[in-house]
């Protein structure tokens, strides 16, 4: 799953949102030098990427991508952030420009609190508003096209959107059968920030 994913799935708990953003910036266990609901989003972020590359709907999406090699799966992370974006008025109460304004003003009063090795890419998701271009195919070709320039192997991630467009109702009718799935999952990190 990929940022907007990981974010839906904390719910409304601050700390399982920030940690859910700086899991992919932190190795090992320096993440207990973060408060403990940040921590919790951390482990949360873990758990959900074990869970997502177990799944057999998300291993069967990896299948269509399969030319793509070791980045299938990063592809299919984005492509679900997409379906996640085009199917959030289905799945949530809250429209998502006022989620990801939400998102974006949270992750911003928590700079403080989170590593340094995370601001940029902060920066740059508030600047170019990844979270609600998602729902956009251009905008996931964007996204596409900049982790091409960030590679250092022949990618061929900016041709990728090629295969979201071919498989549309395919992708969209597994992310929904996954989305059920994950949502499961995770309920029990929304259950107990609430306690």
Same mark, same amino acid.
């Given at each position: 799953?990929?940022?907007?994913? !990981?974010?839906? &799935?904390? $719910?409304?708990?601050?700390?399982? &949102? ?22 919790? $989003?951390?482990?949360? !972020?873990?758990?959900?990427? *074990? ?16 030319? #793509?090699? !070791? ?6 992370? =984005?492509? #679900?952030?997409? /379906? ?6 289905? &799945? /949530?109460?809250?429209? =998502? ?30 600047? #170019?508003?990844?979270?609600? !271009?998602?729902?956009? =195919?251009?905008?996931?070709?964007? *996204? ?9 192997? *022949?990618?061929? &991630? ?6 979201? *467009?071919?498989? #549309? ?5 597994? /992310? ?11 309920? $029990? ?7």
């Amino acid at each position: 799953m990929n940022f907007l994913a !990981h974010f839906a &799935l904390a $719910g409304k708990d601050e700390g399982l &949102l920030v940690g859910n953003f700086v899991a992919d910036f932190i190795n090992g266990d320096d993440h207990l030098d973060l408060s403990i609901s940040i921590q919790k $989003g951390v482990e949360m !972020h873990r758990s959900i990427d *074990v869970y997502t590359d177990k799944h057999l709907v998300f291993r069967q999406g990896k299948r269509k991508l399969k030319r #793509y090699r !070791h980045y299938s799966g990063v592809i299919l992370d =984005i492509f #679900y952030d997409h /379906f996640l974006a085009v199917n959030w008025h289905r &799945l /949530f109460d809250v429209p =998502i420009d006022a989620f990801v304004k939400n998102t974006y003003e949270i992750l911003e009063r928590n700079r403080k609190n989170i590593p340094t090795s995370s601001h940029k890419a902060l920066d740059a998701m508030i600047k #170019y508003d990844w979270l609600y !271009h998602y729902q956009f =195919i251009d905008g996931i070709e964007q *996204v596409l096209n900049s982790m091409k320039k960030r590679t250092s192997y *022949v990618s061929l &991630l900016d041709e990728s959107v090629f295969e979201l *467009v071919k498989h #549309y109702k395919e992708f969209n009718n597994e /992310f929904l059968v996954f989305w059920k799935d994950m949502m499961d999952e995770t309920e $029990g990190y929304r259950k107990e920030s609430k306690e």
